[in-house]
């Protein structure tokens, strides 16, 4: 009897150590989760931040290449009011130089 009491001391300790155990890991895992919680917080911030950057870049680019843009665009109008300026008259002037009644 004396020797079941004590092996039934030794197994409540060992449960007792064994729920010790188990409570200290919970608590380490909960700190491990915040850690990491903050630290994903911490480089979404920073992937924000790196965003919002290139944002502000981008529209500086774009600033920047609109009136170039702008001014490419008109240029490349231009010719192309001359170029069909220039052959509308060189039409003119073999219509005009052909039918010999211009002259």
Not at 22 to 27: A, D, I, P
């Given at each position: 009897m004396e020797e079941q009491k004590q092996q039934m001391e030794e197994l409540e300790d060992e449960l007792?150590?064994?729920e010790d155990a188990?409570?200290?890991?919970?608590?380490n895992l909960q700190a491990k989760i915040t850690q990491l919680e903050r630290e994903l917080q911490s480089k979404d911030e920073g992937v924000e931040e790196s965003r919002k950057g290139l944002l502000r870049q981008l529209r500086d680019l774009e600033q920047v290449s609109?009136?170039?843009i702008t001014t490419a665009l008109k240029s490349s109008v231009?010719?192309?009011?001359?170029?069909l300026i220039l052959d509308l008259l060189l039409d003119l002037f073999?219509?005009?130089c052909l039918d010999g009644d211009g002259l």
């Open positions: 007792q150590a064994a188990k409570l200290r890991l919970e608590v609109s009136p170039i231009i010719n192309t009011q001359k170029s073999f219509v005009v």
